[in-house]
C-alpha cells in the first residue's frame, strides 16, 4: 500500500521558471492538501482540498495553484518561482476534513536559485 | 487569531531523563490538538490525539483548559525519541494549524 506518493523528492529551479509538484494517494481519501515546511515556522498550509473537483486556500496560498480531477491526485503548481518558495513541501491527506490523521507524504525539497 | 504555539524550538535531554514539550494554544471554541512526529529520513506522522487520551510511545499529552496547554510528556526519554515533534490544533469548521516545531536530541 503506497499511501501518499510525491514527486519528485528534489528539485533545482531558476527564478521565474514554472513546475509541478506532485502528489498522489491510493487510500480514496476526501481530503488532500499541501504544506511547505520553513526553520522556525513550522507547517504552513499552503492549498486545500474537500473532494474532486473543490479546493480551498490555506494560509499561505500566494504563487501556488492546485486543482482535483480526480479522487487520487492533487497536484500543486508553482506559477513563476521565486527564491522565498525554497522550502520542503509537504503533501497530506486525510478521509476527511478535520478530527481525522493526517497521512503525509515523503517531501520535495525545493531549491529556488 | 487561532493558533498553536511551542516555545522551544530546540530541546535536549540525557536518555533516561523526563521531558516535556510545550505546546499553548489559542482557540475561541472547544479545540482537537494532535501530536505529529518527523523521525529522521521518516514521513511525518501522528503521534498522538488528544481525545483518544492514549499512551504511544510512552509519551503522553494532557489538555489543560485552564493553562491552554497540551504539553508532551514522558518519564523516561529514549534515543530513539530524537525527532521533530509538532503541535497541531483545530476547531470545527476550522483548517488544522501546526506550531513551529520542537527538535529534541536525547543524549546518550
Known amino acids: 500500500n503506497a499511501g501518499v506518493t510525491q514527486t519528485p523528492k528534489f528539485q533545482v529551479l531558476k527564478t521565474g521558471q514554472s513546475m509541478t509538484l506532485q502528489c498522489a494517494q491510493d487510500m480514496n481519501h476526501e481530503y488532500m492538501s499541501w504544506y511547505r515546511q520553513d526553520p522556525g515556522m513550522g507547517l504552513r498550509l499552503i492549498h486545500y482540498s474537500v473532494g474532486a473537483g473543490i479546493t480551498d486556500q490555506g494560509e499561505v496560498p500566494n504563487g501556488y495553484n492546485v486543482s482535483r480531477s480526480t479522487t487520487e491526485d492533487f497536484p500543486l503548481r508553482l506559477l513563476s518561482a521565486a527564491p522565498s518558495q525554497t522550502s520542503v513541501y509537504f503533501c497530506a491527506s486525510s478521509y476527511r476534513r478535520g478530527g481525522t490523521k493526517l497521512f503525509f507524504g515523503s517531501g520535495t525539497q525545493l531549491s529556488v536559485l | 487569531a487561532q493558533r498553536v504555539t511551542q516555545p522551544e524550538k530546540l530541546l535536549s535531554v540525557f536518555k533516561g531523563a523526563p521531558v516535556e514539550l510545550k505546546c499553548n494554544y489559542s482557540?475561541?471554541?472547544?479545540?482537537?490538538l494532535f501530536w505529529y512526529v518527523q523521525y529522521s529520513r521518516q514521513r511525518l506522522q501522528l503521534l498522538l490525539r488528544?481525545?483518544s487520551r492514549e499512551s504511544i510511545k510512552g509519551f503522553t499529552a494532557d489538555l489543560n483548559k485552564g493553562e491552554t496547554s497540551f504539553h508532551l510528556k514522558k518519564p523516561f526519554a529514549q534515543e530513539e525519541d530524537s525527532a521533530m515533534y509538532y503541535c497541531a490544533g483545530e476547531t470545527s469548521g476550522s483548517r488544522l494549524t501546526f506550531g513551529e516545531g520542537t527538535q529534541l536530541t536525547v543524549n546518550p
Open positions: 482557540y475561541s471554541g472547544s479545540p482537537e
Open positions: 488528544h481525545i
